[in-house]
């Protein structure tokens, strides 16, 4: 929110600015972890390939879904990762 009333960029130009930095941060970091061989690979690309295909395929269908279906979606989602959570730790 900062970069449009510091600098006077347009909110498009702020949003590529921020993005591009968080892409320049994780690719310098995602080389020094792999320096250190701390990347599994095979698990990046087990989450990276399919995060990657429902991020091209779940907008197209939001815009054509009601703002309360998203919505419950999402809380539905969220209960189910608290609900797994809480019994990922209790076995722990």
Do not use: C
């Given at each position: 929110?900062?970069?449009?009333?510091?600098?006077?960029?347009?909110?498009?130009?702020?949003?590529?600015?921020?993005?591009?930095?968080?892409?320049?941060?994780?690719?310098?970091?995602?080389?020094?972890?792999?320096?250190?061989?701390?990347?599994?690979?095979?698990?990046?690309?087990?989450?990276?390939?399919?995060?990657?295909?429902?991020?091209?395929?779940?907008?197209?269908?939001?815009?054509?879904?009601?703002?309360?279906a998203i919505q419950a979606v999402l809380v539905i989602a969220?209960?189910?990762?608290?609900?797994?959570?809480?019994?990922?730790?209790?076995?722990?």
């Amino acid at each position: 929110p900062l970069l449009p009333v510091i600098f006077h960029m347009t909110l498009h130009e702020a949003v590529a600015t921020s993005l591009f930095t968080i892409f320049l941060v994780t690719l310098f970091n995602t080389f020094i972890f792999h320096r250190q061989k701390s990347v599994r690979w095979s698990v990046g690309l087990w989450l990276g390939i399919p995060a990657s295909v429902v991020a091209f395929f779940i907008p197209r269908l939001a815009v054509k879904l009601p703002e309360i279906a998203i919505q419950a979606v999402l809380v539905i989602a969220l209960f189910a990762m608290s609900i797994a959570t809480y019994h990922k730790r209790k076995a722990l």
